[in-house]
C-alpha cells in the first residue's frame, strides 16, 4: 500500500457550514471518503458571518495570523476550527473587513461584492500561510473554483522555498468555468504575483485579471467533475474561453464524477420527510407527494404526475426555458410542477406568479431551503434540470436515489449519470433531450407524461432501477488519489 497522503482543501463554501451550490456538497463529502482510503484531510474556509459559530462548537485556534499580500501590504487574521463527521478539521479564517457582512459573493441585490479579488486572493494566501504557520506536513493542495484558484501559482512562485510547502502538488478543481474570477488588472498588485506572471499563458485575459485561466496554468493536475464536461469544455462551444487553455493540459486535465453523500440523501433515512421508503416498500414515497401538494396548494391527487424543480435560478440551469415551456406544457396535459429556488430577479418574479396562473397545478417558493429541497425530491414523479451546460449536477443523483425519474438535458454530467429511457425495452433511468429550446423542454415533458399514464410498467421498473444505482463518494475519491499521486509524481 502507498503511503497516506496529507491533503489540504482550500474552499469558498462546505457543507454544513455554508452552501450556495454543490461545490459546498462536494467540499464537505469528498474529504469523507478520501478519509476512509487513509487520508489526512484539512479544509480551510472563510469565517462569513452567516456561519453559525456556536451551533458547531467553533474554537478559537490560532489567535492572530499576519498574512503578506502584494506591494508589501500585511493583513492580519484569527483562526478557529470545527469538527465535521469523522472528526475533520474545518479551520476558518477571520476578517472582519472581508467577510463579517451579509452574503458570500454578492449582496440582497445579486450584485458580487466589489472587494471579491481581494477578499479571495486573501482568503488563499492565508490558509496557505496556516500551513506554515502550522508546520503542517502537506503532499496536495488542492483549490476549488476561481476563489481559491491563486494557490498553484502562489505554490510556485511565492512559495516554492517554504520547506512545508515547496513539495506540496497543486491541484485544480473546476466545478463551474463559467464563474472565472475576472477583474480589473488595477487590482493586480495585491495579489502580489508580479507582472511577470500578468501574462496571456498565465493570468492575464483581454487585458485583465483571470484566476481561474492561472490556476490552470500553475496547476499540477486539473480536473472537472465528469467526465463528459472535461470534453466539453475542450470546445470553444463550452470552453468559455479556457479551451485552449485546458487543451494545453493534454493529460492533466481529467473529468471525475462527483458522488453523492447518501448520509445525507438517502430516502430510507432522510429526517426531513413526513414518511420514509425504500425500493422495497414505496408506500413512504406516495406519502410525500400527498405532503408535497398540500404544502404548495396544488390539487392533492396521486394520480396526477409532479415534477419538481430545486435550482439556482442562473443562466446555466435553463430556467428561462423551462418557464417557456411550463405554459404549453400545462395547457396540453395534466401535469403539476413545484419550483423552488432563488437568484435571477426577473425569474423570480416570472415564477412567483405561476401559481396564481395556474391554480391548484402550480407551486412556487423563492428562497433556499435544505428541508423543501428534499421533500421535492422524495415527494415528485420527475425532476427536471433544463441546463444549458451542467459540469455534474448533484440533484439528477439525489433524484435517481429517491425514485424520481430525472429529466435532463443531455450534457456534462446529466448526460453521464442518466441512462435514456428506451420505449421499446423498457430501459433505462430518465428522460434525455438536446435542444436548448421550451418545445424540445414540452415535447421531453410530454414523453415522460405519456409514460405515467400508459405504461406504468416501465416506469414502475425504471424507479427501481433508479434507487438502487451507486454513486457513492468511495469511486471517485480513487479517482482523486490517482490524480494526487500522479500530480506528485509530474511535480517531482
Ligand atoms: P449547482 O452547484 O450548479 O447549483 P448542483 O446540482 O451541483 O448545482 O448542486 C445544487 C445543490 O444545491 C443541491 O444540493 C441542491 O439541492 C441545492 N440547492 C440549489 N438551490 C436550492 C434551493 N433553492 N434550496 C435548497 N437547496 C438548493
Ligand atoms: C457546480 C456545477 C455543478 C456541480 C457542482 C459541484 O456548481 O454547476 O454542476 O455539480 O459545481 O461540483
Known sequence: ??????????????????????????????PKALQDLGHQVRIILPKYSKIDAAKFGMERFQESMGVWMGGGVQEWCAVDVAYIEGDIPVYFIENWK?????GIYNDANNRDFNDNPERYAFFTRA???????????????HSHDWQTALAPGYLKTWFRNEPILSRAAGIFTIHNIQYQGNFP??????????????????????????????GIAFADMVNTVSPT?????????????????????????????????????????????PANY???????????????????????????????????????????LLYGAIHGAVNRMKVQFIILGSGDKQLETAYMQLPAQYPGRIGTLI?????????IEAGSDFFAMPSRFEPCG???????????????????????????????????????????????????IGWAVSTFYDRKIHLDAMIQRAMTQDFGWLQSARQYETMYREALRRKG
Open 98 to 102: 472581508f467577510y463579517e457582512r451579509d
Open 229 to 273: 464536461y472535461a470534453f466539453e469544455t475542450k470546445s470553444s462551444e463550452l470552453g468559455m474561453g479556457m479551451n485552449n487553455q485546458l487543451n494545453a493540459k493534454g493529460d492533466a486535465y481529467v473529468g471525475i464524477l462527483n458522488g453523492v453523500d447518501y448520509a445525507d440523501w438517502n430516502p430510507a433515512t432522510d429526517k426531513y420527510l
Open 1 to 30: 500500500m502507498s503511503a497516506p497522503l496529507n491533503i489540504v482543501f482550500l474552499a469558498s463554501e462546505g457543507v454544513p457550514f455554508v452552501k450556495t451550490g454543490g461545490l459546498a456538497d462536494v467540499v464537505g463529502a469528498l
Open 367 to 375: 428562497g433556499y431551503d435544505n428541508p423543501k429541497a428534499h421533500l
Open 278 to 320: 425504500s425500493p422495497e416498500d414505496m408506500a413512504g414515497k406516495a406519502e410525500c407527494k400527498r405532503a408535497l401538494q398540500e404544502m404548495f396548494g396544488l390539487e392533492v391527487n396521486p394520480d396526477i404526475p409532479l415534477v419538481g424543480v430545486v435550482s439556482r435560478f442562473a443562466d446555466q440551469k435553463g430556467l428561462d
Open 185 to 214: 488588472k488595477t487590482r493586480w498588485p495585491y495579489i502580489g504575483l508580479g507582472w511577470e506572471n500578468f501574462t496571456s499563458d498565465k493570468y492575464e485575459d483581454h487585458d485583465r485579471i483571470n484566476y481561474l485561466k492561472g
Open 127 to 141: 490558509a496557505l500561510q496556516l500551513c506554515i504557520d502550522q508546520q503542517w506536513p502537506t503532499d496536495i493542495v
Open 394 to 444: 448533484l440533484n439528477q443523483m439525489y433524484s435517481l436515489k429517491y425514485g424520481t425519474l430525472p429529466i435532463v438535458r443531455a450534457t456534462g454530467g446529466l448526460a453521464d449519470t442518466v441512462v435514456q429511457y428506451n420505449e421499446q425495452t423498457g430501459e433505462g433511468t430518465g428522460f434525455k433531450y438536446t435542444d436548448n429550446t421550451p418545445s424540445a423542454i414540452v415535447d421531453v
